[in-house]
């Protein structure tokens, strides 16, 4: 199977959208340039007394509708490339939920799994420092994504406060609670993507009241959308990870799959489910289908196999373009990524807005809040969809990609 180049692919999205909303050719090659990309060595004493170079990237698309904001990835495969797509894609979903940011995305080449958490946190503490300048609660504030989490934010706001002088919990979202995180953001992503789903039955008048549901990945995204959806009554009949697959079509308790993996457990070895390769993982019919785990997952390869009536993009980037011409000649509906997945970002804009007020909201607000902007953000890209008959991607993609052009009009070019 070819590997896909995500800039690339994104890129191309990027160009069918432009020519769709006519833009002139001077902003169309400013939207296509991110702002600005960093890329560091990251020396780091490991804990056999080595020293090992790591290599760390802050990539900062545009800023023209606010601060960059964006996820720091921690993973093997992380390249240029992808991060600066994935900064992309961030400016176009703080557009479409309507949320004050630019787009913004960080990664470190590393596999977290193999190291320390003390090595984790030297090479946290070590990238923070080398892209110091350029972040801060006006500038760009990253967030948990692929491999880091509540701790590593934890450590970034230390490394960046401790060069201030004095606390700044604006500088980073996905915080612990106990330093200024906010209630509700370690499953927003998941319950954003859930607001989504239930937006779809409305629209596609599905009346079912118990759902087959399939996940592709069990980290933040995937085991917290799964314990929102069986919450609520649904079934998860399909579940998957780096390590394999399970299937059980009277449903897997994802709270108990959660408990046996936090024991070190794999979970393809769970002996509640028969076990699966992970890549049939998308042949399994089924009412939601959710990918949450990495970008191009659903390929020209693979689409064709789909039997979900709706695919709600939990990952970022996870279809990629001759996957997507398929399944919209399947009829598959797919909510995407940039609207299905941007209940994180939205309560790290809450988050964000707590922390520079030192004022602190209840869960029921953050939620309630939270599922007013996916709800508007939804019906603003369906509208789109229903009145120009467009797939529900490229509706999304217009509406983020014309606010953000508006912007840059606006403000015009500097000096
Ligand atoms: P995570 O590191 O917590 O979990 C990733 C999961 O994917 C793990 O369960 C891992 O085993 C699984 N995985 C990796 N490769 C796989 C493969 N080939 N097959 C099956 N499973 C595989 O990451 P996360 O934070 O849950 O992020 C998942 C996706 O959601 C990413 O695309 C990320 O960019 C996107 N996203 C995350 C957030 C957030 O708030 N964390 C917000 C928006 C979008």
């Not at 160009?15 to 020396?43: C, F, H, N, Q, W």
């Not at 995937?222 to 069986?230: D, E, Q, R, T, V």
């Not at 789909?306 to 709600?312: N, T, V």
């Not at 996957?323 to 399947?330: F, G, H, Q, V």
Request: glycine share 10%; with cysteine.
């Amino acid at each position: 199977m070819a590997v896909e180049n995500m800039w690339e692919i994104t890129l191309a999205r990027l160009d069918k959208i432009m020519e769709m909303l006519s833009l002139s050719e001077g902003i169309k090659k400013y939207l296509r340039e991110p702002r600005k990309t960093i890329e560091v060595a990251i020396p780091v004493k490991m804990d056999d007394g080595s020293i090992e170079i790591f290599k760390g990237y802050r990539v900062q698309h545009n800023t023209n509708r606010g601060p960059g904001k964006g996820g720091i990835r921690y993973h093997q495969d992380v390249n240029l490339d992808e991060v600066k797509a994935l900064a992309m894609l961030m400016t176009w979903k703080c557009a479409v939920v309507g949320i004050p940011f630019g787009g913004a995305k960080g990664g470190v080449i590393v596999d977290p799994t193999r190291l320390s958490s003390g090595e984790i946190e030297r090479i946290t503490r070590r990238y923070i420092y080398e892209i110091i300048d350029n972040i801060g609660p006006e500038k760009d504030i990253p967030a948990p994504d692929v491999g880091t989490n509540s701790k590593v934010m934890a450590w970034i706001m230390d490394t960046y406060s401790m060069g201030k002088g004095y606390s700044v919990p604006g500088v980073v979202t996905g915080k612990p609670i106990s330093l200024g995180g906010s209630q509700g953001r370690e499953d927003a992503t998941s319950r954003g993507c859930v607001y989504s789903i239930l937006s779809t039955l409305k629209v596609l008048k599905i009346e079912k009241h118990t759902l087959d549901i399939v996940i592709q990945g069990f980290g933040n995204v995937g085991s917290n959308a799964a314990k929102i959806l069986f919450d609520l009554g649904h079934k998860i009949i399909a579940i998957s990870d780096v390590t394999g697959g399970l299937i059980n079509k009277k449903g897997i308790n994802p709270y108990k799959l959660g408990e046996y993996i936090s024991k070190g457990e794999m979970l393809s070895g769970y002996p509640e489910a028969d076990h699966i390769e992970g890549s049939k993982i998308f042949e399994i019919e089924c009412d939601v289908l959710v990918p949450a785990a990495l970008e191009n997952q659903i390929t020209g390869s693979n689409a064709a196999k789909i039997k979900a009536k709706i695919i709600a993009e939990g990952a970022n980037g996870p279809t990629t373009p001759d996957a997507d011409k398929i399944l919209n000649e399947n009829k598959i509906f797919i909510i995407p990524d940039i609207l299905c997945n941007a209940g994180g970002v939205t309560v790290s804009y809450f988050e964000w807005v707590q922390g520079n007020l030192a004022y602190f909201w209840g869960k029921r607000e953050v939620n309630l809040k939270l599922r007013d902007i996916m709800e508007k953000a939804f019906y603003d890209v369906y509208d789109c969809c229903v009145v120009k008959k467009i797939d529900m991607r490229t509706a999304a993609s217009i509406l983020g990609v014309s606010r953000v052009a508006e912007a840059v009009v606006l403000r015009g070019i500097y000096p």
